[in-house]
T-cell receptor
């Protein structure tokens, strides 16, 4: 399977817990984007990363959210002390190189905060 | 200036009809306009995309029409099928922003048999 992989597909967390969402880009892709989709809404950009670098985090909430894309392993979006408003579908997309417009999305992680 | 407005919010057509979904943007720096198709519980799938140097692009039953002066673009689905029932999102990006996508609000399309 050469597509973008995300896990877990579904994640349930209680208020105050931490959520970790993982994304493995397509083979050969080194650029990762995270988007959030609230119920009945469109997708909103959160953060753009390359290996070991955060390029653009202008869409990330200032507190509780962080992202990384280490030299080895998947990209991780971390949400600390989750609140009910964090319940959403989180999608990861990857592209081949800087300036490559085509982004390919993973199946998403659906986070539910109880 | 970063917004992309999409309409209609929902659309119902009969099989064989030609649904048309419209989008308008504000930022003239946008230089790439893709359309994504999303089925329930799935991630968005890239359908077709256009650059502002052309006015129309066709891929199979899907056509994008682009009007640079009006800052509008639209998706036409020829000979629509029930399997086309999905949510469609337009988007826009510009290279200087790292190609991050700004999405429209989405159109829920239903094609009746």
């Amino acid at each position: 399977n050469a597509g973008v992989m995300q896990n877990p597909r579904h994640l349930v967390r209680r208020r105050g817990q931490e959520a970790r969402l993982r994304c493995s880009p397509m083979k050969g892709h080194s650029h990762v984007y995270w988007y959030r989709q609230l119920p009945e809404e469109g997708l909103k950009f959160m953060v753009y990363l390359q290996k070991e670098n955060i390029i653009d985090e202008s869409g990330m909430p200032k507190e509780r959210f962080s992202a990384e894309f280490p030299k080895e392993g998947p990209s991780i979006l971390r949400i600390q002390q989750v609140v009910r408003g964090d319940s959403a579908a989180y999608f990861c997309a990857s592209s081949a190189f800087s300036g490559s417009y085509e982004q390919y999305f993973g199946p998403g992680t659906r986070l539910t905060v109880t | 200036q970063q917004q992309v407005k999409q309409s209609p919010q929902s659309l119902i057509v009969q099989k064989g009809g030609i649904p048309i979904i419209n989008c308008a943007y504000e930022n003239t720096a946008f230089d790439y306009f893709p359309w994504y198709q999303q089925f329930p519980g799935k991630g968005p799938a890239l359908l077709i995309a256009i650059r502002p140097d052309v006015s129309e692009k066709k891929e199979g039953r899907f056509t994008i029409s682009f009007n640079k002066s009006a800052k509008q673009f639209s998706l036409h689905i020829m000979d629509s099928q029930p399997g086309d029932s999905a949510t469609y999102f337009c988007a826009a990006s510009k290279e200087t922003s790292g190609s991050r996508l700004t999405f429209g609000e989405g159109t829920q399309l239903t094609v009746n048999p």
